[in-house]
């Protein structure tokens, strides 16, 4: 599952401050060299020099050699000639990584308490951190302090883009007031449980307390007001959310623009299109929401407008929601505009001297070196993990980057957005490699070293236990400590068999807007939302009715990410024709080698 990462720390964060996106276009990025020289053990590419250009690290040809027979030494498990080799290297940026490799391979090296925490203590920067902290973890005697620190955040997939449907906290962001901070965060939690308990009158009569409520100033009563209002909503009691939502739209929409959001979809839900239709556009012109909400509150007033007939604004509407092309309703503004889902651009396109800022940063130059030795999936999780640090916007420079440095294939690597890798699964493809790589990107940003705080791994964000069931039935060998899942042919295989398990479901067929809930929630829920979610026979306002943030959100990143996958492929967008006309979007595989599965639930 997808995880919004935190910021890495130690060395990355002292030079946070000079990758950044106005530094992109100072200087020209030097040309990496291609020419290779071959070496025992894996090929050193990237040792000539083109054109007086010079490469992203600074190892000698010396050190690069000596940094390959450490890492071929310990592949063999000689770490006394790895030691040997360490010792007399003159750059030691990639010992960690090194270090790293040793002390995971449990079978044959058994890393002290002192090497995991000394480990901890200085790489606090490098991929792979939370793989250490499990072991060193593991290995601290029961009830002993650990004496490293909290577990960083992982690569994740969710970016900062917000949900519709995420309400705003009960708690004001900007508050300089440290004493009525302290007064929120005592009575804060209290409304909170009300509604965790699905107590959505009880929240509304603690607001009303004079202890309790009478202790919000009036900003945070609105927004504690809207929450309610949106848990009304989940329940069900649609007059309720938009007499609260409404309400507090009409007040404060400015300081709380999504009271706005929960009122359109109760209106829309109890057959008012006209009020709906007033909340979106209010929501559409607010300039503190995210475009992925502006995007959807565009869409839905066009969908009310239509309804209520007034077609003379349903065109505006969708030109603001088609205003934001790689969104979930841009997408289908756009199409239903009859505009082309345009190909985003190719990396060649790119400007190189935007990419030049990115030389400065460590985790590049240890990319950089670590492709140069060949350990081309140690270089991918480096990226990977400067990616997550990124804006989206600046995440392109680090594909580039990626194909620069002979990470993936430059002739299948699309838009620095949306690649294209040429990995494949290890079974061979039984889904549409646009379906592969949608989740691929949602779930892990195609870092093949990404594990979730709960466990999950690799590209499609596997759960062990999740992958033990779909090995054993694929006969997949995952390795001892499941140090299989990081290899790509099989971790997209394992994930191909579970979309391939959820699609042969009779309750969720070749759906995708359910199989997506399912590859996040679990089929179990998603087929309760289902049967529970009052949807009245609408898709969209299915998936904005679940309960669940991160599964509305998972939704709309799959379909969007597939969408704009099967452009880049020359594919037809007939999931996309039907999400926008209002229908469920039915999977049928377009690639050559995928085959046809499941059934076409059409739910509803």
């Given at each position: 599952?997808?995880?919004?990462?935190?910021?890495?720390?130690?060395?990355?964060?002292?030079?946070r401050g000079?990758?950044?996106?106005t530094?992109?276009?100072?200087?020209a990025l030097?040309?990496l060299?291609?020419?290779a020289?071959?070496?025992?053990g894996?090929?050193i590419a990237?040792?000539?020099?083109?054109?007086?250009t010079?490469?992203?690290?600074?190892?000698s040809?010396?050190?690069?050699r000596r940094?390959?027979?450490?890492f071929d030494?310990?592949?063999r498990?000689?770490y006394?000639?790895?030691?040997?080799?360490?010792?007399n290297?003159?750059?030691?940026?990639?010992?960690?990584h090194?270090?790293?490799e040793?002390y995971l391979d449990?079978a044959?090296?058994?890393?002290s308490?002192r090497?995991l925490?000394?480990?901890?203590?200085a790489?606090?920067?490098?991929?792979?951190?939370?793989e250490?902290?499990?072991?060193?973890?593991?290995?601290?005697?029961?009830?002993?302090?650990?004496?490293f620190?909290?577990?960083?955040?992982?690569?994740?997939?969710l970016d900062?883009?917000?949900?519709?449907?995420?309400?705003?906290?009960?708690?004001?962001r900007?508050?300089?007031?440290?004493?009525r901070t302290?007064?929120?965060?005592?009575?804060?939690?209290r409304?909170?449980?009300?509604?965790?308990a699905?107590?959505p009158?009880?929240?509304v009569?603690?607001?009303e307390?004079?202890?309790?409520g009478?202790?919000?100033?009036?900003?945070?009563?609105?927004?504690?007001?809207?929450?309610?209002?949106?848990?009304?909503?989940r329940?069900?009691?649609?007059?309720?959310?938009y007499?609260?939502?409404?309400?507090?739209a009409?007040?404060s929409r400015?300081?709380?623009?999504?009271?706005?959001?929960?009122?359109?979809l109760a209106?829309?839900?109890?057959?008012?299109?006209?009020?709906?239709?007033i909340?979106?556009?209010?929501?559409?012109e607010?300039?503190?929401?995210?475009?992925?909400?502006?995007?959807?509150?565009a869409?839905?007033?066009?969908?009310?407008d239509?309804?209520a007939?007034?077609p003379?604004r349903?065109?505006?509407?969708l030109?603001?929601?088609?205003a934001y092309p790689?969104?979930?309703?841009?997408?289908?503004?756009?199409?239903?505009?009859?505009?082309?889902?345009?190909a985003?651009?190719?990396?060649?396109?790119?400007?190189?001297?935007?990419?030049?800022?990115?030389a400065?940063?460590?985790?590049?130059?240890?990319a950089?070196?670590?492709?140069?030795?060949g350990?081309s999936?140690?270089?991918?999780?480096?990226l990977?993990?400067?990616?997550?640090?990124?804006?989206p916007?600046?995440?392109?420079?680090?594909?580039a980057?990626?194909?620069?440095?002979?990470?993936?294939?430059?002739?299948?690597?699309?838009?620095?957005r949306?690649?294209?890798?040429?990995?494949?699964p290890s079974?061979?493809?039984?889904?549409d490699?646009?379906?592969?790589f949608a989740?691929?990107?949602q779930?892990?940003g195609?870092?093949?070293?990404?594990?979730?705080?709960?466990?999950?791994?690799?590209?499609?964000?596997l759960?062990?236990?999740?992958?033990?069931?779909?090995?054993d039935?694929?006969?997949l060998?995952?390795?001892?400590k499941?140090?299989?899942?990081?290899?790509?042919?099989?971790n997209?295989?394992?994930?191909?068999?579970?979309?391939?398990?959820l699609?042969?479901?009779?309750?969720?067929?070749?759906?995708?807007?359910?199989v997506?809930?399912?590859?996040?929630?679990?089929?179990?829920?998603?087929?309760?939302w289902?049967?529970?979610?009052?949807?009245?026979?609408?898709?969209?306002?299915?998936?904005?009715?679940?309960?669940?943030?991160?599964?509305r959100?998972f939704?709309?990143?799959?379909?969007?990410?597939f969408?704009?996958?099967?452009?880049?492929l020359?594919?037809t967008?007939?999931?996309?024709?039907?999400?926008?006309?209002?229908?469920?979007?039915?999977?049928?595989?377009?690639?050559?080698?995928?085959?046809r599965?499941?059934?076409?639930?059409?739910?509803?």
């Amino acid at each position: 599952m997808g995880f919004k990462a935190r910021t890495g720390r130690g060395m990355a964060r002292r030079w946070r401050g000079i990758a950044t996106a106005t530094a992109l276009s100072c200087l020209a990025l030097p040309a990496l060299a291609t020419a290779a020289e071959t070496l025992p053990g894996k090929a050193i590419a990237g040792d000539g020099v083109l054109a007086e250009t010079k490469p992203l690290h600074n190892l000698s040809r010396e050190d690069l050699r000596r940094y390959r027979a450490a890492f071929d030494a310990q592949q063999r498990g000689d770490y006394a000639e790895a030691d040997r080799q360490i010792a007399n290297l003159d750059d030691l940026m990639l010992v960690g990584h090194l270090l790293r490799e040793r002390y995971l391979d449990t079978a044959r090296y058994s890393a002290s308490q002192r090497e995991l925490a000394e480990w901890l203590a200085a790489y606090d920067e490098l991929p792979g951190y939370e793989e250490v902290e499990a072991l060193a973890a593991a290995a601290t005697p029961s009830g002993a302090g650990d004496g490293f620190a909290a577990s960083r955040g992982t690569v994740g997939a969710l970016d900062m883009m917000a949900s519709p449907l995420d309400m705003m906290p009960l708690e004001p962001r900007g508050r300089d007031d440290a004493s009525r901070t302290g007064v929120t965060r005592a009575i804060a939690p209290r409304i909170a449980a009300a509604l965790r308990a699905d107590r959505p009158d009880q929240a509304v009569q603690l607001l009303e307390e004079p202890r309790v409520g009478g202790r919000l100033d009036p900003l945070e009563q609105e927004i504690a007001r809207a929450d309610i209002a949106f848990h009304y909503y989940r329940m069900g009691d649609d007059r309720s959310a938009y007499e609260l939502a409404s309400a507090v739209a009409d007040r404060s929409r400015a300081e709380v623009p999504m009271a706005d959001w929960t009122a359109g979809l109760a209106a829309w839900r109890l057959g008012e299109p006209e009020r709906a239709g007033i909340h979106f556009a209010a929501l559409a012109e607010a300039d503190n929401v995210s475009v992925w909400v502006v995007s959807a509150a565009a869409f839905w007033a066009a969908r009310a407008d239509l309804v209520a007939g007034r077609p003379e604004r349903v065109l505006d509407h969708l030109s603001i929601a088609a205003a934001y092309p790689n969104s979930f309703y841009g997408l289908m503004a756009t199409r239903l505009l009859g505009r082309d889902i345009a190909a985003t651009p190719d990396l060649g396109q790119i400007d190189a001297r935007s990419l030049n800022a990115l030389a400065f940063d460590p985790s590049v130059q240890r990319a950089a070196a670590l492709a140069a030795i060949g350990e081309s999936d140690l270089a991918s999780a480096e990226l990977g993990q400067m990616r997550a640090r990124l804006s989206p916007t600046e995440t392109s420079g680090i594909d580039a980057l990626a194909v620069r440095l002979g990470l993936v294939d430059p002739a299948s690597h699309g838009s620095g957005r949306y690649p294209v890798p040429a990995w494949r699964p290890s079974e061979g493809l039984r889904v549409d490699r646009a379906l592969l790589f949608a989740f691929a990107k949602q779930e892990s940003g195609f870092n093949v070293h990404a594990r979730s705080p709960v466990g999950a791994i690799g590209l499609m964000q596997l759960m062990p236990a999740t992958a033990r069931i779909v090995a054993d039935r694929r006969g997949l060998d995952l390795g001892r400590k499941m140090q299989n899942l990081t290899d790509p042919g099989i971790n997209l295989s394992l994930g191909q068999a579970y979309i391939e398990m959820l699609m042969g479901s009779a309750d969720i067929g070749n759906n995708l807007f359910l199989v997506a809930a399912s590859y996040n929630a679990g089929p179990g829920a998603a087929i309760k939302w289902l049967d529970e979610v009052k949807y009245n026979g609408d898709p969209l306002l299915f998936i904005e009715s679940i309960p669940a943030a991160e599964t509305r959100l998972f939704i709309e990143r799959i379909l969007a990410n597939f969408w704009i996958y099967q452009a880049r492929l020359g594919q037809t967008l007939e999931t996309l024709d039907a999400a926008a006309s209002g229908g469920w979007p039915i999977y049928v595989p377009q690639d050559r080698d995928a085959i046809r599965i499941g059934t076409k639930r059409n739910a509803g």
